[in-house]
């Protein structure tokens, strides 16, 4: 004989929680979003604290589990100030425009810095100008010119010379013209003949041949010895160039040299010693900058040659930087080289206009990302990645629509100090470990939040702290004792398990919040357990629409469900359904034929494309188990078919194969099932029933089907005994179960399943393979045998 199912009695299914504790004790500084997750906050610590390449924090967990809160928190210990806080520069590289260089100074200083060097410029004017205004350069400058001068006048003295011994005279042509040029012509009888005029007289015999001849070879001559003058001239006006600006350079080089070192002196650090002499040479170069007679065309704005471009700047922060970066795009998060069009239309930048992203922002510091964001971006991981391993970050140009700005600047790269802290959900998690492993590399702390915490007088005691703090903290109206119980039963109730409690505190604090509202809505100045049921009552309200739409579809016949009397093949299994954040449960009717055949059992949901893996699996494992208890010494063959009727979604999951095997069963056996009981669980293939999940929210769907259609006291839902934890009511309910008017009955095994689903009697296997006489088992062993011996 097998045992009858077990029901839950009023003891098992009303929560006590004990009075909430002496919550004026508790510190408002307490750190709340580490209520129960021990785990995780050991790993955030060790992260944290560990500064070695790599130790990057992946923290993992469902939204409003507090992860963010905690990670703050924790950080907010860990910002104290300290010497990796930096000041960030970008320079001019004078050697490579395109290639700006940085410098890095302690933080804080690099304003001081710029300072120095705004005030070193404006000395370094008065001093280039004095000097070159000075008596004795202005002399030397005119003592070179004039040489250069005498040189020349003395050539072009000697050639004219020559060329009238020769009987040629220089001559300018495009007269009036500034591009006017000159020329040689011959003087024939008096007068200056153009060559070209020349060549003209030779055949009206003017000029004699002889004498053209003569004067063309001597023509060609003098051209030839002009243009080298001309060379020799531009050559020595170069020299003179050189020699001006040598000139120039050494008389600025002593008082440009001692203005540097002065400020050389007040900075340690060999990159920025070597810029500033790299500084005092470009300074010293290009001293006609800074002189009033500038005569040279050539324009440079010096506030942006000798500019300092500060990315970062730690003047006035006392702590490390904690940045939270929401739109990682890749301008965002390695920083941007910002361009301009000038007026002639064309493309520039300069070194000003380097933007730091908040990669560099947060150097020393966190810089806190959703992972979701990181790896939907095209790209973006793999540039993280590759920052995250060389520790280089390199400002990029700013994109457009049509691609990148063609910009050639190339700014240094920057070895970043920032960890980094990405946060995502388990899948996102479990999606990138799968498709690179450098994530384990590269982040080597794991910190996972748990959904749920072990629910015990401590427990209770930290969540009614943290609910009155959060009343206190947002000047929300008192919270009384019994309130603060209900809260605290919400949350058992989030974590669908009477010995646990949620950590989901967005979603306790939203309930405070609107438990503070309902009281104001009936003016009242108390939150008590009524007010909390009833902000409870109307969040499900606002969120039950699809629930409510189901509902009445099987209150007017649309959707058939029973709940009451028996059917052959047919039985309520239990869904979930969801809405956003809102679930609910509905029953499932779910049948089951048979026939004669060698097909075997057919998945009309598969069939139709609306069956997950996992239900799948489920239909495998019910055949699994068929074989197993009743094919085992003989061969047996059936076509079955088994569907979920008026579904139209993808079912998945196993938690309706008990219901699904009940079905089948009692289409062998030609037995009714009760249709007052609905049926949630996983069946294995030795029969044993498993738990399933949301039994709570299922228990809660076909009492509601129940009441529509009238409760007659017969009526309950049949559970998995392993989901007896799982059992948390709606006082609604919990009075049925106390009245007598609903019923929850657990079950172990599926013969316990078949014996509340009949009333009879399962029936044990004897020798042989025989189930007693008349038992349920024994009537599906002879339906198998029928089916098996007409196929």
């Not at 016949?557 to 954040?581: F, H, K, S, W």
Request: hydrophobic content about 40%; overall charge negative.
């Amino acid at each position: 004989m097998v045992k009858l199912p077990s029901e839950l009695n009023s003891k098992q299914i009303c929560l006590k929680i004990e009075n909430p504790p002496d919550i004026k004790a508790v510190s408002d500084s307490h750190n709340w979003a580490a209520i129960g997750q021990k785990r995780a906050i050991e790993a955030l610590k060790m992260g944290i604290s560990i500064r070695a390449k790599g130790y990057n924090i992946f923290v993992v967990g469902d939204p409003g589990t507090g992860k963010h809160t905690a990670i703050i928190d924790m950080l907010r210990l860990h910002r104290g100030k300290n010497d990796r806080l930096r000041d960030i520069v970008y320079v001019q590289n004078f050697d490579d425009p395109d290639k700006p260089r940085h410098l890095i100074f302690p933080g804080g200083q690099a304003r001081r810095f710029k300072e120095d060097l705004a005030r070193l410029i404006k000395r370094l004017e008065t001093r280039i100008g004095r000097d070159l205004d000075s008596e004795s350069y202005k002399a030397r400058k005119v003592a070179l010119i004039q040489e250069a001068e005498k040189m020349e006048n003395k050539a072009l003295v000697d050639f004219e010379n020559q060329l009238n011994a020769s009987g040629f005279r220089v001559i300018r042509t495009e007269e009036g013209r500034e591009d006017e040029a000159m020329d040689i012509a011959p003087v024939i009888d008096g007068k200056t003949v153009r060559f070209e005029e020349l060549q003209e007289m030779v055949p009206s015999g003017l000029v004699s041949e002889e004498t053209w001849n003569e004067t063309r070879e001597l023509y060609f001559g003098f051209i030839n010895r002009m243009n080298r003058i001309h060379r020799d001239f531009k050559i020595a006006r170069e020299t003179l160039q050189a020699s001006l600006k040598q000139l120039r350079a050494d008389t600025v080089r002593p008082g440009a040299e001692e203005e540097c070192a002065l400020i050389g002196e007040q900075w340690s650090g060999e990159d920025v010693k070597a810029y500033l002499r790299e500084f005092g040479e470009d300074v010293i170069r290009n001293a006609h900058w800074f002189s009033s007679d500038n005569d040279e065309e050539e324009e440079i704005d010096t506030a942006i040659r000798y500019g300092v471009n500060i990315v970062l700047d730690r003047h006035g922060t006392e702590e490390l930087p904690v940045i939270s970066e929401t739109n990682p795009a890749k301008v965002n998060l390695f920083g941007s080289i910002e361009a301009h069009h000038d007026p002639s239309g064309e493309l520039r930048t300069n070194i000003m206009m380097i933007k730091a992203g908040s990669l560099l922002r947060a150097d020393g510091g966190y810089l806190i990302l959703q992972a979701e964001d990181v790896f939907s971006r095209e790209g973006l991981w793999a540039d993280l990645k590759r920052v995250l391993q060389t520790g280089h970050v390199v400002p990029e140009a700013q994109s457009t629509p049509l691609g990148p700005l063609p910009i050639l600047m190339k700014p240094e790269p920057i070895i970043t100090e920032t960890k980094v802290i990405l946060i995502g959900s388990e899948t996102v998690y479990d999606s990138i470990c799968e498709q690179d492993e450098d994530i384990f590399e590269l982040f080597k702390v794991t910190a996972e939040f748990s959904p749920v915490m072990p629910r015990g007088a401590d427990t209770e005691s930290e969540y009614a702290a943290f609910i009155r703090s959060l009343a206190l903290r947002e000047n929300l109206r008192e919270i009384s004792a019994n309130g603060i119980r209900e809260i605290i039963a919400y949350g058992i109730h989030l974590a669908e398990r009477r010995d646990k409690l949620s950590t989901y505190f967005g979603l306790i604090a939203d309930l405070i919040r609107e438990s503070d509202y309902m009281a104001a809505s009936v003016k009242r100045s108390l939150i008590d357990k009524d007010i909390v049921r009833k902000a409870i009552a109307h969040r499900e309200f606002i969120s039950s629409l699809p629930e409510q739409e189901i509902l009445e579809q099987i209150g007017n016949g649309t959707i058939i469900i029973e709940t009451d009397g028996c059917r052959v093949g047919t039985v309520n299994g239990l869904a979930v359904l969801e809405r956003g954040t809102y679930a609910f449960g509905t029953p499932l009717r779910i049948t089951a034929t048979v026939s004669p055949g060698k097909e075997g059992l057919l998945n009309i949901e598969r069939e139709a494309g609306l069956s997950g893996e996992l239900h799948d699996k489920g239909m495998l494992l019910m055949e699994g188990y068929i074989r197993r208890r009743f094919a085992r010494r003989r061969s047996l063959s059936l076509t079955g078919s088994i569907a979920v009727e008026q579904s139209y979604y993808e079912i998945d999951g196993d938690s309706a194969s008990a219901a699904e095997l009940a079905a089948l069963l009692s289409a062998i056996a030609e037995l009714p099932v009760r249709q007052d009981i609905a049926i949630t669980g996983a069946v294995n293939q030795q029969g044993e029933i498993q738990p399933v999940g949301s039994v709570q929210i299922k228990i809660q769907g076909f009492f509601n089907v129940c009441s529509l259609q009238g409760l007659s006291g017969s009526q309950g839902v049949a559970i998995p005994t392993g989901n007896i934890e799982n059992v948390i009511l709606s006082p609604p309910l919990i009075k049925a179960v106390e009245e007598g008017q609903f019923h929850i009955w657990t079950v172990n095994t599926m013969d316990e399943v078949l014996t509340l689903l009949t009333g009879l009697n399962a029936g044990r296997e004897r020798r042989g393979g025989r189930f007693e006489s008349g038992s349920v088992n024994s009537r599906i062993q002879k339906g198998l045998l029928e089916l098996a011996e007409l196929s």
